[in-house]
C-alpha cells in the first residue's frame, strides 16, 4: 500500500455518519473514512453477527472491543480478542466473520 494525496488530519470516529450493513444474522455499522484510494473504518458488530458473504478483499484489521471470529474458506478459524488484528491481501484467502458477544473494529482496506 503506497499511501499519498492526503493531507495531515484528525478524525472524530463519533462524527462520521454510520452506515448499516445486514449479515446473514446481526448487523455491521460502518463509519467509512475514504482517503484517496485507501478505506479506514471503524465497525461494530452486534451480538450474533454472522457475514452474508465470503469476502476476497485485503484488509489490516484490529480488534479494540468484544470478540471476533474470523473463518477461512479453508476451514481453518481465529478468534480475535481486544489488541489482537489480522491482516490479509486482496484474494489471498476468502474470510467471513461472526461474534456471539458483538465486536468493535478499526480496518484499512
Known sequence: MKI??????????SDVIPTEHQGETGVAIWRTQQFDEIRVRMVEYSAGYLANHWCEKGHIL????????T???????????????YQVADEAEAHRSYTEVGAKLFIVD
Do not use: A, M, Q, S
Open 62 to 69: 484490529l480488534c479494540l472491543e468484544g470478540e471476533l471470529h
Open 71 to 85: 473463518e477461512l474458506e479453508d476451514g481453518r478459524k481465529f478468534v480475535l480478542t481486544p489488541g489482537v488484528g
Open 4 to 13: 499519498k494525496n492526503i493531507p495531515f488530519g484528525t478524525t472524530n470516529w
